[in-house]
């Protein structure tokens, strides 16, 4: 269904000013020299009620999903109203909890389910066609907005795991197994893709909290991370998926569950673990949305957890770490130095009764 009404930005920019930050640590193999600003330029107030649980931005187009009543609403980059529709969470032409959302060059959407639903929208948000999973992911996440789906030559890459049956929750099961599966939407047929790091923790014989994944394409490159370990890695795609290189966050003080032989989980030392809620592959490298967590007994235990957003690029290194507005949900999106990005406002944070969502228009600039 189309709307030719709009919201319109509220007629005046949101003040333009800087948050000044510290510098992150330097990268083992580059010195850290790129250094930004965050810089604030507008706010968008789109007619939108309830919470938020996926969200993405591409093409100039902006889209917001709510699982609870099944609504999709598209806008453009001033707030305008395009488009918007409910699809049912039941029945045959329905979309359970969808926690992944992109939007594809030609303007459809594929929406991905925690049910293993991967659904195609065209571009009033009306459901064109529906594909299951061929198995029943032994992974039940409920998290928000993961970026969990993407494309490549017309087949879909998603973390989807338990293929064969086989328990996620095991131990080594990242390591002696798959990490993503590659789907034909048009047959239906799943096949397995993409190895672990070597580099990375769960090669180890331990037992972790489980995680879950994201990633991100661009061109030819694969970047994948695990939520909760803080090392990004790089694969080819042009050659199967072969694993090129993998990157630690360089970040102190992101709290993590050790590895145990025994499975305890939290110990009690963890007030809050780190996690990765973002990740954007880009020209020459990538960029991170993520939560450093809190130790129990450290000084910084009463502090609200801000997310921080750094850059990697593969000639200068690591960013500065920047931090974002405590009251933003997750970035829709995330372009390079110098061009604009939106950020979602948790609709918690909002003052009870307004029936509209808030999207920041913002911006790196170089620190002068």
């Not at 930005?9 to 333009?16: D, G, S, T």
């Not at 990490?179 to 923790?201: Q, R």
Request: aromatic letters at 12%.
């Amino acid at each position: 269904m189309h709307l030719n009404f709009g919201m319109k930005v509220k007629n005046h920019l949101f003040p333009i000013f800087v948050i000044v930050f510290f510098t992150g640590a330097c990268n083992t193999f580059q010195s850290n020299t790129a250094q930004f600003d965050l810089v604030f330029l507008d706010t968008l107030e789109i007619p939108f009620a309830g919470d938020i649980h996926a969200g993405a931005y591409a093409n100039q187009t902006g889209l917001i999903y709510n699982y609870r009543s099944g609504e999709y609403l598209k806008f453009d980059s001033l707030g305008n109203v395009l488009a918007k529709n409910t699809v049912p969470s039941e029945g045959e032409n329905s979309l359970f909890y969808v926690n992944g959302l992109k939007i594809t060059d030609n303007g459809n959407i594929l929406a991905k389910s925690i049910r293993g639903e991967i659904g195609l929208l065209d571009e009033q948000l009306n459901l064109l066609k529906k594909t299951n999973m061929p198995f029943q992911s032994g992974s039940l996440d409920l998290k928000r907005n993961q970026n969990a789906i993407e494309i490549y030559k017309d087949e879909l890459l998603l973390f989807h795991p338990g293929r064969d049956n086989k328990n996620p929750y095991n131990l080594g099961y990242y390591r002696d197994n798959y990490l993503l599966e590659k789907l034909n939407p048009n047959t239906g047929k799943a096949v397995p893709f993409l190895k672990l790091s070597p580099e990375s923790k769960y090669q180890e014989n331990l037992h972790f909290i489980p995680p879950t994944a994201l990633i991100s394409v661009l061109g030819n490159s694969l970047y994948f991370v695990f939520n909760k370990e803080p090392l990004i890695s790089k694969y080819n795609l042009e050659n199967n998926g072969a694993w090129q290189n993998s990157v630690s966050l360089d970040s102190e003080g992101f709290v993590e569950i050790k590895g145990q032989e025994i499975p305890i989980g939290n110990d009690g030392s963890v007030l809050a673990e780190g996690e990765i809620t973002n990740l954007f592959a880009l020209k020459n490298g990538f960029a991170v949305v993520y939560l450093d967590g809190i130790l129990n007994g450290s000084p910084q235990r009463s502090k609200l957890l801000g997310k921080q957003l750094k850059v990697y690029n593969y000639e200068t290194g690591w960013s500065n770490p920047i931090e974002l507005p405590l009251n933003i949900l997750f970035l829709l999106n995330f372009a390079d130095e110098g061009q604009s990005f939106y950020a979602l406002i948790n609709p918690s944070t909002l003052p009870k009764g307004i029936q509209k969502a808030k999207v920041l228009k913002l911006k790196l600039q170089p620190k002068q």
